[in-house]
């Protein structure tokens, strides 16, 4: 089994910047990718970026591009978000996500507000 927890939620104002972190645990042998996503309230859940475990190959959704970093260590089997210029809408609970061997797993998830 794989367990994902995430940290870093919490509330920011417009602008703003907050980092994300994922920490995988149990059975982490040959992670394929590791990535985020976000539900805001009402709506689906969306993808928001994903690095290759091996090669460090990174993917974002348009809307975060520039703005949003994602990163790993292999060291403490961590996946980080860098988020800044944060806004409104992306108010949101954000999951870690981890694919290895097909199978996908999920976080619980943290909440971001990003409010005045």
């Known amino acids: 089994q794989v367990q994902l927890v995430e940290s870093g939620g919490g509330l920011v104002q417009p602008g703003g910047s907050l980092r994300l972190s994922c920490a995988a645990s149990?059975?982490?042998?040959?992670?394929?990718?590791m990535g985020w996503y976000r539900q805001a309230p009402g709506k689906e859940r969306e993808f928001v970026a994903a690095i290759t475990w091996t090669g460090g190959s990174t993917n974002y959704a348009d809307s975060v591009k520039g703005r949003f970093t994602i990163s790993r260590d292999y060291a403490k089997n961590t996946v980080y978000l860098q988020m800044n210029n944060l806004k409104p809408e992306e108010t949101a609970v954000y999951y870690c996500n981890l694919v290895k061997y097909g199978m996908e797993y999920w976080g619980k998830g943290t909440l971001v507000t990003v409010s005045s």
């Open positions: 149990g059975s982490i042998r040959s992670i394929y990718n």
